[in-house]
């Protein structure tokens, strides 16, 4: 009956495309989607299994995860008031900004950037404030006040550690910028426990405007379980609270994240591991000749090469998965891939010598 279906559909749509995992989901070795190399041992996912079967599955879970913002609030040390949990963090993204932006309203973000926040704020009708990295791939600190003051943005976004560029900003430097912009300030730390960086949620006390975002899919190694968290003080999380996805979180990921935070040397000594290789093969990248590595920040690393999309194809017919991520501004021939285990990580570098 309508052959012009989008007439009828938000316009919005016309500028944003269905998310996509360039060469998918399965591998040999996986690198492309910066997940944790190591799974849940079978000894606690049977732990965590026998809680779970004593839970009503026919009733709904609370409107909010209670549990698991009561578990993730004691493990912080901080009020249960100041967090709330989320099916993945990219749930909590929508909230948030469906919280701060809106037809007429901007949101600054550096390019480039973790691609949801640019594609989130075009559903909304919201006008984004783009400020480029400098050419090494840092955060332009000076460029950032500067269009938050002149465009007098509503909202400033920043992935520190940043997703796809490995890049940190400084504590100091999340701080000056949310203490002197008249803005929201969402600091998405999905890496951060890979980073040299202090975390800035110490400072959600004293900045009323600042949130911070956690995921669960990195570090904790919970990507198929989606969990991930807001911090904030607590009179703007009553507010961020208001366009929640009622009943977003299963018991299943209350459950899980609780017997995980238990077990929190699981964690840590992974991520020791992760920092460990991702070291090692960037001195190993280092000494290949026509490869050109960025030092990282966080557990994935980014290579330039003189033609990545030969290298991702070639790459892909052994079985190993990368993510080509020269699409983005300043990243031309550019490849982004997660630190794996030490065999995996042996066997990319292998081929990458012999390209
Ligand atoms: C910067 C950044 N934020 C958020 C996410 C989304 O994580 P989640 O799995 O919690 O939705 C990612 C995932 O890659 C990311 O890189």
């Known amino acids: 009956m309508h052959n012009d279906i989008q007439r009828l559909?938000?316009?919005?749509?016309?500028?944003?495309?269905?998310?996509?995992?360039?060469?998918?989901?399965?591998?040999?070795?996986?690198?492309?989607?910066?997940?944790?190399?190591?799974?849940?041992?079978?000894?606690?996912?049977e732990e965590i299994i026998r809680e779970f079967i004593k839970e009503p599955w026919n009733r709904y879970p609370d409107i909010l995860p209670y549990r698991g913002m009561k578990a993730y609030a004691d493990f912080l040390g901080i009020s249960p008031d100041s967090?709330?949990?989320?099916?993945?963090?990219?749930e909590m993204l929508y909230t948030i900004f469906l919280a701060s932006l809106g037809p007429g309203r901007?949101?600054?973000?550096?390019?480039?950037?973790?691609s949801l926040y640019e594609k989130i704020a075009l559903l909304l009708h919201s006008q984004i404030v783009s400020v480029p990295m400098l050419p090494d791939l840092d955060f332009d600190i000076d460029a950032i006040l500067r269009a938050a003051r002149d465009e007098r943005v509503d909202c400033i976004v920043l992935s520190t550690p940043n997703n796809p560029t490995g890049k940190s900003l400084s504590f100091d430097s999340v701080r000056l910028i949310a203490e002197s912009c008249d803005a929201i300030v969402l600091v998405d730390e999905a890496y951060i426990e890979f980073s040299r960086q202090r975390s800035v949620l110490e400072l959600i006390d004293g900045l009323p405007n600042l949130v911070v975002l956690r995921t669960m899919s990195k570090a904790l190694a919970l990507a198929g379980i989606r969990i991930g968290f807001a911090i904030a003080n607590p009179a703007l999380m009553a507010e961020l609270a208001k366009p929640k996805?009622?009943?977003?979180?299963?018991?299943?990921?209350?459950?899980?994240?609780?017997?995980?935070?238990?077990?929190?040397s699981l964690v840590t000594d992974?991520?020791?591991?992760?920092?460990?290789?991702?070291?090692k093969l960037y001195d190993e990248l280092l000494a290949i000749k026509g490869v050109e590595p960025f030092l990282s920040d966080?557990?994935?690393?980014?290579?330039?090469?003189?033609?990545?999309?030969?290298?991702?194809?070639?790459?892909?017919?052994?079985?190993?998965?990368?993510?080509?991520?020269?699409?983005?501004h300043l990243m031309e021939n550019c490849l982004r891939f997660n630190v794996g285990l030490v065999e995996e990580n042996q066997c990319l570098i292998e081929k990458l010598r012999t390209l």
């Open 83 to 90: 967090v709330m949990m989320s099916n993945g963090s990219n």
């Open 9 to 45: 559909l938000n316009p919005a749509l016309q500028n944003i495309a269905t998310y996509k995992v360039e060469g998918g989901q399965q591998a040999e070795i996986k690198l492309n989607q910066n997940e944790s190399p190591f799974d849940v041992p079978m000894w606690l996912k």
């Open 106 to 114: 901007k949101v600054l973000i550096p390019d480039p950037s973790f």
């Open 298 to 328: 966080t557990n994935f690393l980014i290579i330039r090469i003189r033609d990545a999309r030969a290298v991702f194809q070639s790459l892909q017919s052994e079985g190993i998965l990368v993510r080509n991520v020269s699409g983005y």
């Open 270 to 279: 992974a991520v020791s591991y992760i920092l460990h290789e991702r070291d």
């Open 245 to 264: 996805i009622p009943f977003a979180s299963s018991r299943l990921a209350e459950i899980t994240l609780t017997h995980v935070l238990a077990n929190y």
